[in-house]
């Protein structure tokens, strides 16, 4: 079966590299300060950072890894349905919103899996 091809024409504007590292090094930075505001929120007084996924884990009769799994697939959906929402516009702070929580759920995946890797070698 033959695939469509698909044609973008370039008008008006369009980011640089520049514009893209802007972009990122933004976006890292509010991960960072959501991340660090939430702490207290979802970990209370212990000091385990990914404590709250182990206790939904337990709850669930399954991993630390997919219990984050089913949690970030509810942002994912989120943000699957604002790009596909025809005639619709979102508002910076929605995108925002939506968008960091996915990338702070995907880090704080890395975290979870560095933990089991760091425990498997001791």
């Excluded at 930075?29 to 660090?36: D, F, V």
């Excluded at 206790?55 to 219990?67: F, G, M, N, V």
């Amino acid at each position: 079966m033959e695939q469509p091809v698909f044609y973008f024409k370039k008008e008006g504007c369009f980011i640089t590299q520049k514009e893209v590292n802007a972009v990122f090094d933004g976006q890292v930075a509010l991960c960072r300060e959501i991340l660090q505001k939430k702490t207290k929120e979802y970990t209370g007084d212990d000091t385990d950072r990914l404590g709250a996924f182990k206790a939904a884990a337990a709850l669930q009769h399954t991993t630390p890894e997919r219990a984050l799994a089913g949690m970030l697939a509810k942002h994912i959906v989120s943000l699957y349905d604002m790009c596909f929402a025809d005639g619709v516009s979102f508002d910076a702070g929605t995108w925002d919103e939506k968008i960091t929580d996915s990338l702070n759920y995907l880090l704080l995946l890395k975290a979870i899996v560095k933990e089991g890797q760091t425990n498997q070698q001791n």
